[in-house]
């Protein structure tokens, strides 16, 4: 049986859960897909700001966005490093596989590629070739 899960709270992971996943699945295979940084960190503060300041994003002072993005939930995301290095203390690196979300907007065909290649899937049989590219201003998740 083939299943999946998603979130980004994944890649922060204490150390101690990434264990307890390793123990309970051994031949996991990861996909990490990153984001730019900083359109990561803008949109994480766009969608959480507000429950930590009682005020939009937009409504911020310097040292509040300072101190939002100095947090450690908000900080350790953008910390792509850190996170691969944490699910490879537990992982073999071929079971990783990483890319960059930008390319689902700009190029979908080849990124779905060599997610089926990674995934043992052929690709030949299930990619629609036809997806259509997204408009630039998209939002993308955080």
């Known amino acids: ?12 992971l204490e150390v101690e ?10 031949d996991l295979k990861l996909l990490f897909i990153m984001r730019d940084p900083v359109e990561r960190a803008w949109s994480h503060a766009r969608k959480d700001f507000l429950q930590f300041y009682n005020k939009p994003v937009e409504d911020a002072q310097i040292d509040e966005l300072h101190d939002f993005m100095q947090l ?28 960059f979300l930008e390319q689902a907007a700009t190029d979908p065909v080849t990124l779905l590629q060599e997610l089926f290649v990674f995934l043992g899937v052929n690709p030949a049989k299930r990619i629609n070739t036809k997806l259509a590219v997204q ?8």
Do not use: F
């Not at 083939?2 to 980004?8: Q, R």
């Not at 264990?19 to 699945?25: E, N, Y």
């Open 1 to 12: 049986m083939n299943a999946g899960e998603i979130t980004p709270a994944y890649a922060i």
């Open 135 to 142: 408009p630039e201003n998209t939002r993308l998740p955080h």
């Open 17 to 26: 859960r990434i264990s307890v996943a390793h123990s309970w699945m051994p």
């Open 72 to 99: 450690s939930r908000v900080s350790m995301r953008g910390d792509y490093l850190s996170c691969l290095k944490s699910w490879l203390d537990y992982y073999d690196a071929s079971q990783l596989w990483c890319g």
